[in-house]
């Protein structure tokens, strides 16, 4: 089965724009989390998505949101880009119905200038 | 809350052991272990459910002592593949929640 897939891999976006990032998950699996790495802040839970409803969601602003479609691929937008949203995003796909093991996408390295 | 790991940073000669631990103020029900090989996504090693059964493969294992509120990931004889930062996971209504990350230097 190929991999969970992350588009774009860089993004280089000026504060005050907005950025969409895509998520495919592997193929079967129904759920999606994304995540923000930092140095500092380590991995942080950003929200969970399964059959189109988010599910689950973490301690960020509404800025950052997210959304799922029928085939299970997902989008994560921030808008109005503040330099700390600077980060590696990485989605990963489940499925729930067999164990809680998460595969991690190569994510997307966002620079926020 | 964030699970706490502890050490932050681990250096190994290649054959030696390490041991990696996880501890949360919360009542644990499960446990995920990951590794992230520098400029890689994180990598599933393993869970570990409530019961305190203990889990491995190749010489990674680990245990969960959910009286205590931790887990202990092993690792034995060390090779340099081993490299990278560990972290744990612990669900929390739903959501994965890791710790800050353990990193592993594994030295020839």
């Known amino acids: 089965k190929a991999g969970v897939t992350q588009t774009p891999r860089y993004l280089i976006k000026t504060r005050g724009q907005q950025v969409t990032l895509s998520c495919s998950p592997i193929?079967?699996?129904?759920?999606v989390s994304w995540y923000q790495q930092t140095p500092g802040q380590g991995l942080q839970f950003l929200f969970e998505?399964?059959?189109?409803?988010?599910?689950n969601k973490g301690n960020f602003p509404g800025r950052f949101s997210g959304r799922q479609f029928s085939n299970s691929r997902s989008e994560m937008n921030v808008s109005t880009l503040e330099l700390g949203d600077s980060a590696l995003y990485l989605c990963?796909?489940?499925?729930?119905?067999?164990?809680?093991?998460?595969?991690f996408g190569p994510g997307t390295r966002l620079t926020v200038t | 809350q964030q699970p706490v790991q502890s050490p932050q940073a681990v250096i190994l000669r290649e054959g030696e052991d390490a041991v990696i631990n996880c501890s949360s103020s919360k009542a644990l029900y499960s446990v995920h272990w990951y590794r992230q090989k520098h400029g890689e996504a994180p990598v599933f090693l393993m869970i570990?459910?409530?019961?305190?059964e203990q889990k491995g493969h190749d010489k990674i294992s680990a245990s969960f002592n959910e009286k205590k509120q931790q887990s202990s990931l092993y690792l034995t004889a060390s090779q340099l593949s081993y490299s990278g930062t560990y972290f744990c996971?612990?669900?929390?209504?739903?959501?994965?929640?890791f710790g800050q990350g353990t990193t592993l230097q594994v030295k020839p």
């Open positions: 570990l459910l409530k019961g305190g």
């Open positions: 193929s079967g699996h129904r759920s």
């Open positions: 996971g612990t669900e929390e209504m739903g959501k994965l929640i």
């Open positions: 990963a796909s489940s499925d729930p119905g067999l164990t809680y093991e998460q595969y």
């Open positions: 998505y399964f059959s189109e409803t988010q599910r």
